[in-house]
């Protein structure tokens, strides 16, 4: 097992019970208490966690909106498609990230990718910026993105969502309409190969659409229960999306769609 498959398992059995003990992570992970307490150590550094004498706690910033968010609907596989889209996502680059559960874990990954800290210009004796941008309009990342000192976090304002964490309407638009984003990484609510992607509320449809428009790249991460869905509001057409990053359950006829629409099917 990897470090970054370890430290994405303690982070998952620290967030289900709030607190660890190195003997238990140990045994649940087949490793020595040396190893884990070295993760926890490192953990903590980038306040992903919250060191005690035999373990860890959960950093309360980070965790309690999350948490809450937290579903655990095709939870392995939201978390392979974000360990996934974190991988291609380059140091530097300005993120852009809608509210979802898929988006949320995608969050996490990104943040467990880039907590080495922040990137350097080659020979600079100075740091050249932060490892990564996030723009957001989702509280719940923001929270959990904003204790992280090698990402920048950028939240568009707006008004609260209380369902969703998501901030909408003019103030969301102004920002957004100020910003340039190397990638948008979108979650939507269905994929249809005729009318696009989509969303259950139009203001938030119309806020993710504005974040398409706002970027060079444009990926959807979805699970494939959400592929032939329609849902109220359309966010674009199939042909403003890149990349769509999806569970292996995707019907084979639905992928041969998307992918004669233009739009690259990754797998995971």
């Not at 884990?36 to 005690?52: C, K, M, N, P």
């Not at 269905?190 to 659409?209: F, K, T």
């Not at 706002?214 to 699970?223: E, P, Q």
Request: net charge negative.
């Amino acid at each position: 097992m990897s470090k970054h498959e370890r430290w994405n398992t303690l982070l998952e059995l620290l967030a289900a019970s709030g607190k660890l003990e190195v003997e238990e992570a140990a045994t649940a992970l087949d490793v020595s208490a040396a190893t884990i307490r070295r993760d926890l150590d490192e953990l903590a550094e980038q306040q992903l966690l919250v060191r005690t004498r035999g373990g860890a706690v959960v950093h309360g910033v980070s965790y309690e909106l999350p948490l809450r968010y937290k579903s655990t609907r095709h939870a392995p596989e939201k978390r392979r498609i974000a360990e996934a889209v974190a991988d291609l996502v380059a140091p530097g680059e300005v993120v852009g990230l809608n509210g979802g559960t898929t988006t949320t874990e995608v969050a996490r990954a990104l943040a467990l990718r880039f907590a080495s800290g922040r990137t350097e210009a080659p020979g600079a004796a100075v740091p050249a910026g932060p490892a990564l941008t996030v723009v957001t309009n989702a509280l719940n990342i923001a929270g959990e993105l904003a204790v992280r000192p090698q990402i920048k976090i950028v939240t568009t304002g707006g008004v609260a969502r209380p369902q969703t964490y998501e901030l909408v309407g003019p103030l969301t638009v102004g920002v957004l309409n100020e910003v340039v984003l190397d990638v948008v990484i979108l979650g939507v609510d269905g994929v249809d190969p005729e009318l696009g992607v989509m969303a259950h509320q139009e203001d938030e449809a119309s806020i993710s659409r504005l974040f398409a428009e706002r970027a060079s790249r444009v990926v959807v991460v979805t699970d494939s229960s959400k592929m032939g869905r329609r849902a109220f509001a359309r966010i674009c057409g199939l042909d403003r999306i890149d990349l769509l990053v999806t569970d292996t359950d995707i019907a084979p006829e639905t992928a041969l769609q998307l992918t004669e629409a233009g739009v690259e099917v990754l797998t995971v």
